[in-house]
């Protein structure tokens, strides 16, 4: 008979807290599937996939039962709950501030490490039940599990689920009431892993099984020589993938629809609205009397043609990659392998995710910094994005401003931000106190992503995009014009002249684009394209708004994540890093 036919110990009565709901602790340790029975739990979206450390702050959302609707918390995952990192603290914090049950997720594939917190979560006495995830992958690696042995082990009713399809997780909801609190009681370390001896000798039965064409990828892979290999090859593959599918979506789909459906609705908008502030507003300046989607800046012209029918298709396209390279699993051996490399320059390999991350969009790229352990290697990799790390609406405005004047121009963008983000990590490395720590990661097997979780995740980031993207980019239109109309601008210009003009070789009048960069750099970057700039400025140009100050958006997520001080001496860094770049360069071009 297991636990959860028993009723000796039983939990009694629902226990309703005083604002009227139960709350509920999803906990587990990282990339045991958490995040995807959150979602499924809930309907609240959070981002799951094939690495450790998804879930950093905690998510909370309803679950009904029976009737009754509960606070579901998605707990920080965590290997233990003597904290060695910022999310093991907060599981804890959690726990310790108690709660009516705990669902447990196991990772069936790896019970004897998932045990090590296990027996931690039921020495609070807490009504748990636990779900034995991943028993599929399990099977198929001929691991066998005797799960009513188990459940008399640990006390507490345990269900067999498949996250990423569903399977049990309906068991979870309806067994609820059958949570128990287990007879299981606080343990020395020495005692915790002897227990888990004697549990993993009861109940786990190993089979042999030969190696899968997946085991001698992962192999091949984390391989010190040829695991780096194959991490150029495949980051220059997905590179030169997104740019084919951002393209095509850009020829085939989104140029068409502008021109054929857009455009026509604008030109009667332009003539009703005839000449006045209103048009100037909305339209935009006139070019041989017709609309110029990138060049007339305005709200409802180059406002959402830029946004929406230049950066959106490689947004698309570049999660599209990156989704599934995270789901795959390759991105915790990228950072193994690139590890030794990483660590000269103050950060370890796993801040090589937060990084790709970035390529998409800096505001993700800085939050995902929060899986590095100290404050120092946080601020080094928050700083190198910001600089360093083009957001994919910066590269898709490459091709309109470098484009004319030849590829040579677009590959120097890269090449420059590469030098200057190795230089300046390495001087960062050995000017700041304190050391990088050694890098300590789960590498998960590799996994055929999910169709539909792909998706799920791909429209998740799309929709971010469109929230975060559209105020900011119409409202700094908005500004630029009424600034325009005003005459700021074109003083600004003015006073900035000698500095443009000296030390960068820049006309006055791309003063305007650089601060405009503050809301949004890609529609900054489009106000270059009328200036009429040589090659040689067009480049420096581009450079140093790469460089300097990020979005509005990611200067608020630095200031949250690393503070106020820190925010102001990542923004020095920025500036003079980008003066400095651009000064080169400048002379570089002058003097060839």
């Not at 559209?470 to 074109?490: C, H, K, Q, R, S």
Request: proline letters at 5%; glycine letters at 8%; charged letters at 15%.
């Amino acid at each position: 008979m297991g636990c959860k036919d028993c009723g000796a110990c039983s939990a009694g009565e629902t226990p309703i807290r005083e604002d009227g709901r139960m709350r509920i602790l999803l906990m587990g340790n990282p990339n045991v599937g958490k995040s995807v029975f959150f979602s499924r739990l809930t309907g609240v979206h959070a981002l799951s996939s094939n690495y450790p450390g998804t879930t950093v702050g905690f998510t909370q959302g309803v679950i009904r039962h029976k009737g009754l609707c509960a606070d579901l918390i998605d707990v920080p995952g965590a290997y233990t709950l003597d904290p060695t990192n910022e999310a093991e603290e907060i599981a804890r914090r959690i726990i310790n501030e108690g709660a009516d049950r705990v669902i447990l997720v196991i990772d069936a594939t790896a019970l004897e490490r998932n045990l090590v917190m296990a027996l931690q979560v039921l020495a609070y006495h807490i009504p748990t039940i636990i779900a034995l995830n991943m028993t599929d992958e399990a099977r198929h690696k001929g691991i066998l599990l005797d799960v009513e042995r188990l459940e008399k082990e640990l006390g507490v009713p345990i269900y067999k689920t498949v996250a990423t399809t569903g399977s049990g997780i309906s068991d979870i909801v309806d067994n609820m009431d059958k949570a128990r609190v287990s007879g299981i009681t606080a343990m020395t370390k020495e005692e915790r892993w002897q227990k888990i001896g004697h549990i993993i000798a009861e109940v786990q039965t190993v089979t042999h099984r030969h190696h899968t064409l997946l085991d001698r990828a992962e192999d091949i892979s984390a391989h010190p020589l040829f695991g780096g290999l194959a991490g150029i090859v495949i980051l220059t593959l997905s590179f030169t993938l997104i740019r084919f599918l951002g393209e095509g979506l850009v020829d085939h789909i989104f140029d068409p629809i502008f021109e054929n459906l857009w455009l026509p609705l604008l030109n009667k908008l332009s003539a009703f609205l005839g000449e006045g502030y209103l048009r100037s507003l909305l339209i935009g300046r006139l070019f041989d009397g017709a609309i110029d989607l990138e060049q007339s800046m305005g709200v409802l012209s180059t406002g959402f043609y830029v946004e929406f029918g230049m950066v959106l298709p490689y947004i698309i396209a570049f999660y599209a990659a990156l989704s599934f390279l995270e789901d795959l699993g390759y991105l915790p051996r990228l950072a193994v392998v690139f590890d030794a490399l990483l660590h000269r320059f103050g950060i370890h390999g796993y801040a090589i995710i937060p990084t790709l991350l970035g390529f998409g969009c800096n505001v993700p790229g800085i939050l995902a910094t929060r899986v590095l352990e100290s404050k120092r290697e946080r601020f080094i990799a928050a700083t190198l994005i910001s600089v360093g790390v083009p957001c994919v609406s910066i590269q898709a405005m490459l091709a309109s401003t470098l484009g004319p004047f030849g590829v040579k121009y677009i590959a120097s963008v890269y090449v420059v931000l590469l030098i200057v983000w190795l230089i300046l990590g390495r001087l960062m490395n050995l000017t700041l106190s304190g050391f990088s720590p050694e890098l300590i990661v789960e590498i998960p097997p590799y996994r055929i992503p999910s169709l539909k979780a792909w998706m799920a995740k791909l429209w998740f980031r799309i929709k971010d995009f469109f929230l975060e993207a559209t105020p900011l980019v119409l409202g700094g239109i908005f500004l630029v014009n009424i600034l325009d109309m005003a005459g700021i601008l074109e003083r600004i210009g003015r006073a900035l002249t000698p500095f443009f003009h000296k030390v960068l070789g820049l006309p006055p009048s791309t003063a305007v684009p650089v601060v405009m960069g503050m809301f949004r750099k890609d529609i900054a970057m489009g106000l270059l394209i009328p200036l009429n700039l040589t090659a040689h400025q067009m480049l420096v140009a581009v450079i140093v708004l790469s460089m300097t100050f990020p979005c509005i958006a990611t200067f608020v997520v630095m200031w949250k994540e690393l503070g106020a001080l820190r925010m102001l001496e990542a923004s020095a860094l920025m500036i003079c890093s980008a003066v400095a770049a651009g000064a080169l360069l400048n002379l570089l071009l002058a003097a060839l």
